[in-house]
């Protein structure tokens, strides 16, 4: 089973992209984030032509969205608002065989990591807690499950290419690593990537669109990530971040990440 997890940056825009991506790495299924249109919108006919033709899409125009797209069936468990919007930012299904995937796209937070000052880094806090206590509450981590998604922290220091000038950027500020340790040690999820590459190696999923020369400067930033429960850490076969997507032609900033599972 190939679970891969993309913030696609407009999954419209960037169709052709997508269609490339399937056919030369073939997921089973697909978790997308800022997938930024409507439902009545969303590239659904062409996706099922390529073979993905069980779907579950949550969309809203030009933000946000999160879409599942798979080649093998599963129940749409449906989806939460969190912190009181209707925006777009998660949705679940249950695989055959009882696996629960979960698809995130967790607020980014804006510029300044001040709560007091800055709503958007509030609201991503406020998410942040809001999901440890809804999977605390409602979820055990003896179930099996995948999370997934653009959780828009790199927590660990060689997750961005330079820890110490990024202490003080949203992203990678102790208090956002702090609250996703938090959500990560609450149910025990493993961090499926790091299962495979040591944490003293770099790592990243995100790229600038500013850096020109994005893949010479290589300051990135492992934002996207996929987790598994306990019971699926013995089948984790092999991870990897798809570098080259970033580099195509129109690309999204994020590049896909790949977790194969036995």
């Not at 804006?110 to 409602?138: C, I, R, T």
């Not at 020109?212 to 934002?223: I, P, S």
């Not at 089948?235 to 580099?247: D, E, Q, Y």
């Amino acid at each position: 089973m190939r679970i891969a997890t993309w913030n696609i940056n407009s999954v419209r825009l960037r169709l052709p992209t997508v269609l490339a991506f399937l056919q030369e790495q073939a997921p089973d299924v697909l978790c997308l984030q800022e997938t930024k249109t409507e439902d009545k919108t969303f590239p659904a006919e062409a996706l099922k032509d390529a073979g993905y033709v069980h779907q579950a899409i949550r969309g809203m125009k030009s933000y946000n969205g999160v879409a599942v797209i798979s080649r093998v069936p599963f129940t749409d468990e449906g989806q939460r608002d969190w912190c009181g919007k209707t925006d777009c930012r998660h949705l679940a299904v249950k695989l055959d065989g009882g696996v629960e995937v979960h698809n995130f796209y967790v607020p980014a937070g804006g510029d300044e990591p001040d709560p007091a000052v800055n709503d958007k880094f509030a609201h991503k806090l406020d998410f942040l807690a809001e999901m440890q206590s809804w999977f605390g509450a409602e979820r055990k981590g003896s179930d099996p499950m995948v999370l997934v998604g653009d959780l828009n922290i790199a927590p660990l220091e060689h997750d961005v290419w330079s820890h110490k000038q990024l202490l003080k950027v949203v992203s990678h500020t102790p208090i956002e690593v702090e609250e996703l340790g938090k959500l990560q040690t609450g149910l025990g999820w493993v961090d499926a990537v790091r299962h495979f590459v040591p944490e003293t190696e770099k790592l990243y999923s995100w790229w600038s669109y500013r850096s020109k020369n994005w893949e010479l400067a290589d300051k990135g930033r492992r934002l996207d990530h996929v987790w598994v429960t306990e019971p699926l850490k013995s089948r984790l076969k092999s991870a990897a971040v798809v570098k080259s997507m970033r580099g195509v032609e129109k690309p999204s900033d994020h590049a896909p990440v790949i977790v194969d599972l036995d």
